[in-house]
């Protein structure tokens, strides 16, 4: 946002502009970019368009919200979260620009990535022009871990080829989505990339020198995103409790039958790098195991550079199987969601047949 205020918006000027944003697109002073562009002078803000969570977060994870006004500015808000998820044409009807500005956090299954992806075949099919306004990948540049999901298992949580942990920037993935033709029946958009300036692959968000805003109600620090991507596979089932209901969304991994100090013991001999396990006891407020008194670890990424965040979940999961073989990993009905996560049901069935994670 700084680069584009930095030239008075210069290339929508004249241009009729929807954009899709939330909370987090923001500029380092906190004014909003739905405030900036709306206030701009040669640019004509019309219509707001919003990911999962809504254009001002206040929808959870999952839910689907319809149409609506914006409250604060009265324009039309379309929801892609919902039944409609790719911008129809009497959406982008009066449109001459479509503006992409998010925070993503690196990791796969993080929904906005999908987003992205229908918002620029919407656009190459209506003939508008998107616009990516570039923004960090805070777990790193540098980190890419996981699979490539396969074509079967593609989904709004794994849309397209690319691994888990992909270090990728929103928009580099959108240059390469368009290069590669991976939009819908191969087409390209119209795709303007505004670049960042100064950020380098290695940096963390600390270096960034740029505030955060929670990119989602469980994601509410720029580390989050790091243990987003070492727990989120393993949460999609009920079995672990991972922070989410909890102070430590995504921090922890428990449940009410394991002893905290057993399970700390046993992943810490497995001398995974860049991570350290402390014991610990927690009841969440919601979510898997209300009420109930968890016993797990808290994992702290001592080293980012070093630790193989997307291992953890294989790693979690074998390490409770050890302790605890009653617990269910896949109760009916639970097989789907996290197969769709992974890319892949091998994990699930090597899991099954009792591979470890080795």
């Given at each position: 946002m700084e680069v584009w205020l930095q030239h008075n918006f210069a290339p929508l000027q004249g241009k009729?502009?929807?954009?899709v944003t939330n909370p987090t697109g923001i500029a380092s002073d906190y004014r909003t970019n739905i405030d900036l562009m709306a206030q701009a002078k040669g640019i004509k803000l019309v219509a707001l368009f919003a990911p999962e969570h809504g254009v001002r977060g206040d929808?959870?994870?999952?839910?689907?919200?319809?149409?609506?006004?914006?409250?604060?500015?009265?324009?039309?808000?379309?929801?892609?979260?919902?039944?409609?998820?790719?911008?129809?044409?009497?959406?982008?009807?009066?449109?001459?620009?479509?503006v992409f500005d998010i925070q993503d956090i690196g990791s796969r299954s993080y929904s906005y990535i999908s987003t992205l992806g229908l918002c620029m075949e919407a656009a190459?099919?209506?003939?508008?022009?998107?616009?990516?306004?570039?923004?960090p990948n805070p777990i790193g540049g540098n980190r890419v871990e996981g699979n490539i999901p396969a074509p079967e298992f593609r989904s709004f949580v794994g849309r397209y080829p690319i691994p888990y942990a992909h270090g990728l920037t929103l928009g580099e993935f959108a240059q390469m989505a368009n290069g590669e033709g991976w939009l819908g029946d191969g087409k390209r958009c119209n795709l303007v990339v505004v670049p960042m300036e100064g950020w380098?692959?290695?940096?963390?968000?600390?270096?960034?020198?740029?505030?955060?805003?929670?990119?989602?109600?469980?994601?509410?620090?720029?580390?989050?995103?790091?243990?987003?991507?070492?727990?989120g596979m393993v949460g999609e089932q009920p079995t672990l409790n991972i922070g989410v209901g909890y102070t430590l969304p995504f921090e922890?991994?428990?449940?009410?039958?394991?002893?905290?100090?057993?399970?700390?013991?046993?992943?810490?001999?497995?001398?995974?790098?860049?991570?350290?396990f402390r014991p610990m006891y927690w009841q969440p407020f919601?979510?898997?195991?209300?009420?109930?008194?968890?016993?797990?670890?808290?994992?702290?990424?001592?080293?980012?550079?070093?630790?193989?965040?997307?291992?953890?979940?294989?790693?979690?999961?074998?390490?409770?199987?050890?302790?605890?073989?009653?617990?269910?990993?896949?109760?009916?009905?639970?097989?789907?969601?996290?197969?769709?996560?992974?890319?892949?049901?091998?994990?699930?069935?090597?899991?099954?047949?009792?591979?470890?994670?080795?």
């Open positions: 009729r502009i929807g954009l929808a959870l994870a999952g839910d689907e919200v319809g149409n609506s006004r914006d409250p604060i500015t009265g324009l039309p808000v379309y929801t892609l979260y919902g039944k409609t998820r790719k911008p129809t044409p009497a959406m982008l009807r009066n449109l001459d620009v479509l190459a099919e209506n003939g508008v022009t998107l616009c990516v306004l570039d923004r380098k692959r290695d940096m963390t968000w600390a270096q960034t020198g740029l505030p955060w805003v929670l990119t989602s109600p469980h994601i509410p620090h720029p580390e989050t995103a790091l243990y987003y991507a070492a727990t922890l991994a428990g449940a009410p039958s394991l002893s905290a100090y057993q399970f700390a013991k046993e992943l810490s001999g497995r001398r995974l790098k860049g991570v350290t919601y979510a898997a195991y209300t009420g109930k008194t968890c016993g797990g670890v808290q994992i702290h990424v001592t080293d980012p550079n070093q630790a193989e965040l997307t291992r953890l979940n294989l790693e979690l999961m074998d390490a409770t199987r050890k302790l605890a073989p009653h617990l269910n990993f896949f109760p009916a009905g639970r097989e789907e969601m996290f197969d769709k996560v992974c890319g892949t049901n091998q994990v699930r069935l090597m899991f099954k047949s009792g591979k470890s994670s080795a």
